[in-house]
């Protein structure tokens, strides 16, 4: 099962982003394989519609669940269509590798 | 000029069946198309949160996300379908609506995430992030909105002492005991007050 984290960055020490589309990384970690792969997020600049589009990129690569720290309106009725599951964490200090570590307890 | 769009309505969760049919019919009827009664997903919800939950239409209109009076149309309605599928036999069908459905959000008392659960048929075991199974159903509190906080300006008197408190929301001051000589309560510039004086 693969997971999808909003990353600020692009390595395990990057903070957790608190925006969903506008992220600047979306960090993509296989839960059976332990690998992770970094995506820049194209729709980072993006003036509107960068929810829907990054919904679809998180998509494609059949992510069953996305941790971020917020999600805008316009996302939930896609992810719910979708069965993607939406985690909300309201800690921007969380590093990308302490979220992994928990995972895999 | 077209009418005001509906506002979308939010239903928790879709009914457990779709439809109810009459049995030991008297009168065959041979016309299909007036048989059934459709209640809309939205009618089903508000009968759920009024009738099934208990709640008052106060509540149950901020649970569907519209307005008090609209909630209360709505519920009519439903009662008012209902009604016509006892009294003239009809089955009723529970289909369309102007309605969106809200998955049930949860919030982990271990980690403190919050999560969703987009698919409905299968339960929530365990938190995702932290696998604790110390989680519980997320309700946003309606007691803290601001249209509340101006509900609350009513005050309680006790008629014997003359004591006063700000009403509790949700409790009527005839059910409140006065803290001070633990006489029943009732609500200030009430009529029975006045007459009392």
Known sequence: ?105 | MSPRPLRLRKVSNPPVVSGFKPYGNKKKSSDDENDSVFLHLEEYEALRLCDYEMLDQYHAALMMNVSRPTLTRIYAKARQKIAEAFVLGKQIIIEGGKIYFDSEWYTCKTCGCYFNNPDKLEEIKECPMCRSINFVSYEPDYEKTEDTLIRCMDICICPSCGMGTPRRFGYACKDEICPGCGNKMVKKEASHIRNFK
């Open chain 1, 1 to 105: 099962m693969k997971v999808a984290i909003t990353s600020t960055g692009n390595n395990l020490e990057s903070k957790l982003d608190q925006r969903f589309g506008r992220c600047s990384y979306f960090a993509v970690y296989d839960l059976e394989t332990k690998g992770i792969e970094f995506i820049p997020n194209p729709n980072k600049d993006a003036q509107e519609g960068a929810g829907p589009a990054s919904v679809q990129l998180i998509a494609s690569r059949n992510v069953q669940k996305i941790i971020s720290g917020e999600f805008g309106i316009k996302i939930k009725s896609l992810l719910d269509s979708l069965k993607i599951q939406m985690i909300v964490l309201k800690d921007p200090e969380k590093k990308i590798g302490e979220i992994i570590n928990m995972l895999n307890d």
